[in-house]
């Protein structure tokens, strides 16, 4: 089934969305993006989008950074997306790509003064990390510091470290990497925020230890609080308590709650999946999918009964 965009300003055919070799956002990694997962529901015959205003606040705020002034608000942004879900018609679960971008045809490292644009096209898209336990390595590369590309925020140049980082894992063998801050502590992985089960609570890396504060991080501490009754306590994480958790999983739009089962060639608990990390995989994917209804508020549905 052919998929469309939302694309200067209307909506056309994804395949017919493109741009010029000369868009400065090509060559200087100046544009925002976010990743929006929408939930099919088989037995609703319908598709949820997750915390969809969260993930688009957040881009504006990244325009912000970017000094981008793109023409749609809050509000709007979330009534394209519905509109173009609607129009792409799928019955499975799908992924939202907006990305604002700076558009004009022309060279120069800067941001000012560069024009800006909008985009946003979905693709139907199934597990992203395709294991149902993760094998991880620790990263040679580290995260950028908030005064090099703030990570608080997804800027596009600043995924290329990322790249680089997932594909090292990769390549030695791993489903993923956990990469570190510039003080050593443990950051996030290549495109997910990272939790350890300690002694029954959960623990997670600040904010402010340059990381993204991922909308699947803030789900897992207020489920794993609110369902179970878990604490989850933000301190930094040495590099050491990546060997000595009772359990690690991996949260992200993409990747849900991935269970971790090694580190390093280490195994992580027993190698299992672990309790805490089962109950949370299976409590959020109710959720996402409209069974819960506490967390409707979370989820926006596609299709009109």
Request: net charge negative; proline share 5%; hydrophobic share 40%.
């Amino acid at each position: 089934m052919p998929s469309y965009a939302f694309f200067k300003n209307e909506y056309i055919p994804l395949a017919e969305a493109k741009i010029s070799v000369m868009t400065h956002a090509i060559h200087y990694g100046t544009a925002v993006f976010e990743g929006i997962r929408g939930n099919w529901n088989s037995q609703h015959k319908q598709i949820y989008i997750f915390r969809q205003r969260e993930h688009y606040q957040r881009l504006l705020n990244g325009c912000k950074v970017m000094r981008m002034n793109i023409p749609y608000s809050l509000d709007e942004l979330c009534r394209i997306t519905v509109e173009l879900a609607q129009k792409c018609a799928f019955e499975q679960d799908i992924y939202v790509r907006p990305l604002a971008y700076k558009c004009s045809e022309a060279l120069g490292v800067r941001v000012h003064d560069i024009a800006d644009d909008l985009t946003v096209f979905i693709i139907p898209w199934g597990r992203y990390i395709d294991v149902d336990k993760a094998r991880c390595c620790v990263s040679p590369w580290q995260c950028p510091t908030d005064n090099s590309i703030p990570p608080q925020v997804k800027i596009m140049g600043h995924y290329a470290g990322n790249a680089l980082a997932k594909s090292d894992a990769v390549e030695k063998g791993f489903d993923e990497c956990i990469m570190l801050n510039q003080d050593g502590y443990v950051a996030q992985g290549s495109g997910e925020n990272i939790f350890l089960v300690i002694d029954g609570k959960l623990v997670t890396p600040p904010t402010w230890n340059n990381i993204l504060p991922g909308i699947t991080r803030d789900s897992a501490i207020t489920l794993a609080k609110n369902e179970l009754g878990i604490e989850t306590i933000e301190r930094p994480v040495d590099r050491l308590e990546l060997f000595l958790a009772d359990e690690v999983f991996l949260t992200g739009t993409a990747a849900h709650v991935t269970p971790v089962a090694e580190i390093d060639h280490r195994q992580v608990g027993d190698g299992e999946i672990g309790k805490i990390t089962k109950q949370l995989q299976q409590i959020y994917a109710d959720v996402i999918r409209g069974e819960n209804s506490k967390y409707l508020h979370w989820c926006t549905p596609v299709y009109q009964k």
